[in-house]
């Protein structure tokens, strides 16, 4: 690998990117947690010093495009706690599977997730860590480690299998040495990386792991890509401690999440999961309310239906996507384009969006906690 920086020019909060649209910003939510003052400040700041929506990224953050002050959006993203390190703003990458604790899995990883987090901000070495570089924490089920980070961890019933870049290791650790280990993996990859970025990058990533035991001898086991649909509609918290809890998942059409949109999400004052799948989840919620929200977001163009075509839809967003148009995307791709998405608890909507980049259809099989 033949590089002449040792950085990547990943976007962040403060490391913005300067498009043809204006400045973009990303905002990192590990696990995708992000609450409802959270996002309601993100919709605000979309929809006055940006381009008017939110887009979701494949790793779970947010990010605001067509920015004409950063300074000032970074100071309220701070004050909001959004950016509660500057020096690890780009660091904080992690996914984990969305609905643990709450719906399936074999452990509740959340408490994960927060302990990661403050690890790496903890660690000053760590700061000059890659943007690209991240960490997935599986619960079990599967829905994550396919992602392929470059250290991830998954629950299993014999132990929590250490992965590299979505490969088991045959390394099996105690659930309460998974945190030190994914942060003493990424100390390594720091020391030895040079101008690599990611770990696949490595001419032998068993440096990394050369003096952990090897339970599992030769697991040759790779996660398979994730092809699954997001969790979306009404999803029972069977593991909630709360009896009767429910979590609303909505697919958002390209990922693209306009501010208005975001302002009723947030009105709903429940947390919010956002998936790397391009969805989100509201969760916690009675059936009577997850009832009147359905009702409420589905107009808006949120897809809750889990047959809906829109679920075998990606895009990628880029800044010539605005001159792009939705009839244009149509007729040279032939796709047969969802026009209305439904619900058996809600109506139906005209999904739309104003960026429409590069489009990628593909067969995927159901969600299935």
Known sequence: MSRTRDQDACPGALQVHQAADGALMRVRLPGGVLSAKGLETLAHLAADGGGGALELTSRGSLQIRGITDPGRVAD?????????SPTHERVRNIVSSPLS????????????????DRALQDDAALAALPGRFWFSIDDGRGDVSGLHADVGVQVGDAGVALLLAGVD??????????????????????AVRGKRWRVTELDDCHELIGDFAVTVPDPAHRYPHVTRRPPVGWVAQTQDAVAGRVALGAAVPLGVLPARTAEFLAAIEAPIVVTPWR????????????????????PLGLVFDENSPWLTVSACTTPIARTVTVRALRARSRLAWPSRSSSSRAGSSRPTSPILPRITVRPTPRFSP
């Open 76 to 84: 309220a993203l701070a004050g909001a706690g959004l950016l509660p």
């Open 101 to 116: 604790g709450r719906s399936g899995g074999l452990a509740d990883v959340r408490g994960w997730v927060g302990d990661l």
């Open 169 to 190: 290791t045959g390394i099996r650790l105690a659930g309460d040495d998974a945190v030190a280990t994914m942060v003493e993996i990424a100390r390594r990859f720091q």
């Open 279 to 298: 969805s989100i989840l509201v969760c916690d919620l009675t059936e009577e309310v997850a009832d009147t929200s359905l009702r409420v977001l589905a």
